[in-house]
């Protein structure tokens, strides 16, 4: 799990890129990030570079977990 709760855009995105990047296409990777501009953004961005966020759920503090397909799989 991709835990980016402490960490500030735009490097949210980048660090969610980078380990999608190493995933093979199809695999999934769990992101933990804050709620608000953060999940805005990297959730946007994911799906503009045609991955699948494919559910999410809400933790205490204003946090969310997503899970995201990478594309081609």
Known sequence: MLDITGEKCPMTFVRTRLALDALAPGG?????????????????SVRQLGHQVLDEHSEAGDVVVLRIQKAGG
């Open 28 to 44: 999934h990777l769990q992101v933990r990030l804050k709620t608000g501009e953060t999940y805005t953004n990297v959730t946007r």
